[in-house]
């Protein structure tokens, strides 16, 4: 869904990539839907960039309100992490989703 594998679209932050692919479906409002990795087990994080997916890349679009249903906890507040690539440590180590509380 995301990469292309440019330069351009490693920097992209996953909130730009979210916002993208909300554009590109007509869907009206991106806070109201949350990326997960491919098999459904991960949220992904958006303070992160697509570089921080480490060559992952199969998303899924869900609604936010789906998350409980598909058993993904969202974390309450905001553990973001200072390396937006994530190269300390994989994106999936800390999610913030700080949009949804």
């Not at 992209?12 to 949350?34: F, G, H, I, S, W």
């Amino acid at each position: 869904m995301i990469g292309s594998g440019n330069c351009r679209s490693a920097e992209m932050y996953m909130q730009e990539a979210l916002e993208l692919v909300c554009r590109k479906r007509k869907l009206p409002n991106p806070k109201d839907y949350a990326l997960l990795l491919g098999d459904m087990s991960l949220l992904i994080p958006l303070d992160r960039t697509v570089a921080s997916l480490q060559g992952k890349r199969e998303l899924v679009l869900v609604k936010c309100s789906m998350l409980p249903e598909l058993g993904i906890d969202v974390v309450k507040g905001t553990q973001k992490t200072t390396d937006p690539n994530g190269k300390n440590s994989l994106v999936f180590g800390q999610l913030s989703y700080s949009h949804l509380v």
